[in-house]
């Protein structure tokens, strides 16, 4: 029975789900979307609306909390400098996922997940 087990394990310990999170959160922040499994997009997206919210503070301690996850200074830059502000008027929802269907080798729903851009 899986009571109070909340979480997604995705057959990796605890070690390599935080390196696959910081990783994708870097390379979305970097490129503003990137295709990867449902589950994993599911899983990236409270962590990734949980740094923007941390970083639309703005001040020192913002900056060194967010940059105990991303560890690229470039990708760390934009996003306290470009992104978070962009987002200081919303509330949350930051993201946004679309499913792509089924991947051809092993039938593995796909999914973008993407940046919510104000229109």
């Known amino acids: 029975m899986r009571h109070l087990a909340a979480g997604r394990k995705l ?7 935080i390196a696959l999170a910081r990783s994708q959160a870097t390379a979305l922040f970097k490129h503003g979307r990137i295709k990867t499994t449902l589950t994993k997009a599911k899983n990236l997206q409270p962590y ?18 967010v940059a105990k996850e991303i560890h690229d200074n470039a990708v760390l830059r934009s996003l306290m400098d470009d992104i978070a502000p962009r987002y200081a008027d919303r509330k949350g929802g930051y993201t946004r ?8 080798g092993d039938a593995t729903q796909e999914a973008l997940i993407e940046l919510v851009t104000d229109e």
């Not at 057959?11 to 789900?17: C, E, G, Q, T, V």
């Not at 923007?52 to 503070?57: D, H, Q, V």
């Not at 996922?97 to 051809?104: A, D, E, Q």
């Open 11 to 17: 057959n990796r310990n605890s070690s390599h789900r």
């Open 48 to 65: 990734v609306e949980k740094l923007i919210t941390t970083a639309r503070g703005g001040d020192l301690h913002a900056r060194r909390l």
């Open 97 to 104: 996922i679309y499913r792509l269907g089924h991947r051809r």
